[in-house]
């Protein structure tokens, strides 16, 4: 149990000083000059730093993504240690190009690992191709049955793609949206975006044909100028959510310019920003020969987040992009805000941004900037 007293409280919004009061993992009270007496309590003086809701990543290749240079770049598993100094405290993981020897079951054991360590941790079924790499006989199996899969991932408008035909990608969406009805979920087709031209076209014919915009979600979106702006009409004409990405420079050539671009003109309510951690990013030529891999990093979004912030933009219309929006557009319960009743998983940043503590399920992972807590096989 722990009482955290005298911060700036940030629920993403902006609400003054006021004391946390965790109990049992969870928020028990915010108010302000808490007067509290439990046994085992621990009173927390965060007089001048910053609490905001832990961040979400909500595509994190965890079990490591690349292969496309062969088994040799095959990128690591993620560490535990890793998020918790990015201050992320749930992830969604996702699988790529590689569906020979980064198996769905693969990552539902990462997913299970890191819950267990202390974070909390979705993920979405299948990677790049068709038919679906499933841990069930269908869609709708794996929805219903494994409480951690959150929907669907497949590739769209990318050269590593199986060029899934209209029908084709409604009847996976139809699967998904059955599946989420009966399981109590949302139910999303989680859609890598790549460079070639049309993808939203496919989308809207979708859309217009009855399936609701709420279960696409598009990331990449800020790869190249063409997508941006097909992505954005998609946010202000058919009412979707778009989910950028921080690692990588994208069009821009700073995942920044992107995301304050998008809030401005777009909203901030519908978008969301996810670091494609332990992702390649491979460099192809003109003949499709890969020239050049680097990997995505898991503080991406605390670097994004810094850089909009130090640059100007008010921290509580950043902080929505990767806490109460995807949680709220993902339906994840207890997740995205400091609320009572809510996990208590939260940030506390000095007020130059700096991480100084990081509490998931009211644990503390990390303690005056030293992270105490680690993965099992860390050292």
Same mark, same amino acid.
């Given at each position: ?25 969870? &928020? ?8 509290? %007496? ?6 927390? /003086? ?30 690591? !598993? ?19 190009? /590689? ?76 699967? &998904? ?86 809030? !401005? ?5 519908? &978008? ?26 898991? %503080? ?15 921290? !509580? ?33 000095? /007020? ?28």
């Amino acid at each position: 149990m722990y009482l955290l007293k005298n911060a700036l409280l940030y629920t993403p919004e902006k609400i003054g000083q006021r004391d946390l009061l965790i109990v049992g993992g969870v &928020i028990a009270a915010i108010a302000e000059n808490l007067t509290v %007496a439990l046994p085992g309590l621990e009173t927390v /003086d965060a007089k001048g730093l910053l609490i905001t809701p832990g961040l979400i990543d909500q595509h994190i290749h965890v079990t490591g993504g690349g292969g496309e240079g062969g088994p040799v770049s095959r990128v690591p !598993e993620i560490r535990l240690s890793e998020l918790v100094a990015s201050g992320t405290t749930t992830i969604v993981g996702v699988s790529g190009t /590689d569906s020979v020897t980064r198996p769905i079951s693969a990552l539902l054991a990462k997913v299970r690992a890191l819950t267990k360590e202390g974070i909390s941790g979705w993920m979405y079924t299948s990677n790049y191709a068709l038919p679906p790499s499933l841990l069930s006989q269908s869609i709708r199996d794996d929805i219903f049955l494994v409480p951690e899969v959150l929907g669907v991932k497949i590739a769209h408008s990318d050269h590593r793609s199986s060029f899934p035909t209209l029908d084709e990608m409604m009847r996976i969406l139809s699967d &998904i949206r059955v599946g989420g009805m009966i399981a109590g979920k949302v139910g999303v087709l989680h859609i890598h975006m790549g460079d070639l031209p049309g993808g939203f076209d496919v989308f809207n014919e979708i859309i217009d044909r009855g399936i609701p915009a709420k279960h696409f979600r598009p990331t990449h979106c800020s790869r190249n100028e063409r997508l941006f702006k097909e992505s954005l009409e998609f946010v202000k004409k058919r009412g979707g959510v778009i989910d950028l990405t921080s690692g990588g420079s994208g069009y821009a050539g700073s995942s920044a310019v992107a995301v304050k671009a998008a809030i !401005e003109e777009a909203g901030g309510d519908k &978008i969301t920003l996810s670091t494609d951690g332990g992702g390649s990013l491979p460099r192809f030529n003109a003949a499709g020969d890969m020239v050049g891999l680097g990997t995505g990093s898991p %503080a991406a979004n605390l670097d994004v987040l810094r850089e909009l912030v130090k640059g100007g933009m008010p921290l !509580e219309s950043v902080l929505p992009v990767i806490t109460a929006n995807p949680a709220h557009h993902l339906e994840l319960k207890g997740k995205g805000r400091l609320e009572a009743g809510m996990d208590a998983d939260l940030c506390v940043f000095t /007020d130059d941004m700096n991480l100084r503590h990081v509490i998931a399920k009211g644990k503390f992972l990390m303690r005056d900037g030293e992270i105490i807590v680690k993965g099992t096989f860390e050292e």
